[in-house]
């Protein structure tokens, strides 16, 4: 089993910037590919970005140029940077395994995930 603690949220202006952590436990996290996701009120959860092992990059089309996603295999942490906010960005974050060795994983337990609010 595989636990995530997500950090970084808060309440930001739309144009602003956060920059949220993910720290996920075991020994096999460099070989996981990582995903990104978010629940905003009332909606289904969705995919935001992914970074595999190597470093290679998905991202939501809505995301695409405003947010990136990087990992330190050290730390067993992937981040998740997100720059010109918007209102719509409002929404729990959470990370979670999204493939083990190129193939789709289905999602280990879900952490708490760290809200994020974009509002003036």
């Known amino acids: 089993q595989v636990q995530f603690v997500e950090s970084g949220g808060g309440l930001v202006q739309p144009g602003g910037s956060l920059r949220l952590s993910c720290a996920a436990s075991?020994?096999?996290?460099?070989?996981?590919?990582m995903g990104w996701y978010r629940q905003a009120p009332g909606k289904q959860r969705e995919l935001v970005a992914t970074?595999?092992?190597?470093?290679?990059?998905w991202y939501l089309d809505d995301v695409k140029g405003r947010f990136t996603i990087s990992r330190d295999n050290a730390k067993n942490t992937v981040y998740l940077q997100m720059n010109i906010l918007k209102s719509e960005d409002t929404a729990v974050y959470y990370c979670?395994?999204?493939?083990?060795?190129?193939?789709?994983?289905?999602?280990?337990?879900w952490g708490q995930g760290t809200q994020v609010i974009v509002s003036s």
């Open positions: 075991g020994s096999l996290f460099s070989i996981y590919t």
């Open positions: 970074i595999s092992g190597g470093g290679l990059l």
């Open positions: 979670n395994v999204y493939a083990v060795g190129g193939s789709y994983s289905d999602p280990y337990d």
